[in-house]
C-alpha cells in the first residue's frame, strides 16, 4: 500500500504497529484481498432533513443537551452520530445521539454538545439560542456500537464523549445483555461530571455487575478517584477478568493513551471500538 496522507496523522502508534491503515488514504500497488464485516456500515438509512431546534439544557458548565425536531423518524443504532448542518448547508458538526433508540425511530433526537470556545456552531449555541436557524440532519452514520458477545465490558469517556456510551449502555440494559461492565468517566473537576440520574438507572436495570468510576484529573476531592481516566484502566480489567472488550469516546489524546493502555492489559485491538471526538480550533 502506498498513503496518500501519512497514517500517523489518525491512527496510533499500537495501531501503526499492528498494521492497520487508512484505506481511504491508501493506494493499492498488488491485488489484494479484503476482509470486511459485512453489515459493519451504519449509513444504510441515513437521511438528509430539515432540523428544527427545540429545547438546549444546561448539563455542566459547558456541555448542553440539545434537542432537535424532524419530520421523518431517524432509525439510529446505540452509539451513532449524526452532521448537524446550518446556514446554507456547507458547514456541519458531527453529534452523538444522546440515549437509546427508540422503536420505529425518533423524530425529537437528542446531543450532547460541549462549548468550543471560537467555534461558529457552538459560540451560537452557547451565546444565545438556534431558535429560528436554518438547520438540517443527516444520518444516522457511524460503526460504533456494541458488538455481539459474552465477554465483560470496559468504558472510557470524557467530556460530551459520555452521550454514545450512555446510549450503548441504555440500548444493552433495555436488552437485557447480561455482561459484566466498569464505565470510566473522567473529567477536570466535580464541575465537569453529569448524568448521574441515567448512569444510576441504568445500573439499576443492568442484569449484570456494573460499576461507574467518575475519576477527575486536577481537583482532589475524597469521593472520587484522582489521576487520567485511562490511569485506571488495569485496575477496571483486574475487576472484569478476562476476555473483556474495551469502548471508548472522548478527546483523541485520551483515545490514544487508552488503546495504549487496554492492549497493556492484554485486549487485541480487535476487540478495542472507539470514537475520537475532534474539535477544532478551526470553529466546532
Known amino acids: 500500500m502506498e498513503a496518500i496522507t501519512p497514517f500517523g496523522y489518525t491512527l496510533s502508534r499500537e495501531e501503526l504497529e499492528a498494521g492497520y491503515i487508512l484505506a481511504c488514504q491508501a493506494l493499492p500497488k498488488s491485488d489484494l484481498v479484503l476482509d470486511v464485516e459485512i453489515g459493519a456500515s451504519g449509513d444504510q438509512d441515513a437521511l438528509r432533513q430539515a432540523a428544527s431546534f427545540v429545547a438546549a439544557n444546561d448539563l455542566t458548565h459547558d456541555i448542553k443537551r440539545v434537542t432537535l425536531r424532524v419530520d421523518k423518524p431517524v432509525n439510529y443504532k446505540a452509539g451513532q452520530y449524526a452532521n448537524v448542518h446550518w446556514g446554507d448547508g456547507s458547514i456541519h458538526r458531527s453529534y452523538s445521539f444522546a440515549g437509546a433508540p427508540e422503536a420505529g425511530g425518533t423524530t425529537e433526537p437528542h446531543f450532547f454538545i460541549r462549548h468550543v470556545p471560537g467555534g461558529q456552531f457552538t459560540d451560537r449555541l452557547f451565546g444565545g439560542s438556534l431558535a429560528g436557524e436554518a438547520l438540517e440532519l443527516d444520518g444516522p452514520h457511524g460503526n460504533f456500537w456494541l458488538r455481539e458477545g459474552k465477554g465483560p465490558i ?38 465537569d461530571l453529569y448524568a448521574a440520574e441515567q448512569i444510576a438507572a441504568i445500573r439499576t436495570a443492568w442484569t449484570a455487575s456494573f460499576d461507574f468510576w467518575p475519576i477527575l484529573s486536577e481537583e482532589e476531592n475524597p469521593q472520587y478517584r484522582h489521576g487520567f481516566v485511562t490511569a485506571y484502566v488495569a485496575q477496571a480489567i483486574e475487576r472484569l477478568g478476562p476476555g473483556a472488550h474495551g469502548y471508548m469516546c472522548g478527546p483523541p489524546p485520551m483515545i490514544d493513551a487508552g488503546i495504549a493502555a487496554l492492549t497493556n492489559a492484554g485486549i487485541g485491538l480487535s476487540d478495542i471500538h472507539y470514537d475520537k471526538f475532534t474539535d477544532a480550533s478551526t470553529g466546532a
Open 154 to 191: 470496559i468504558c472510557i469517556a470524557g467530556g460530551s464523549g459520555l452521550a454514545p456510551l450512555l446510549s450503548l449502555l441504555q440500548d444493552a440494559a433495555n436488552r437485557r445483555v447480561r455482561r459484566d461492565c466498569v464505565l470510566l468517566f473522567g473529567g477536570r473537576g466535580t464541575r
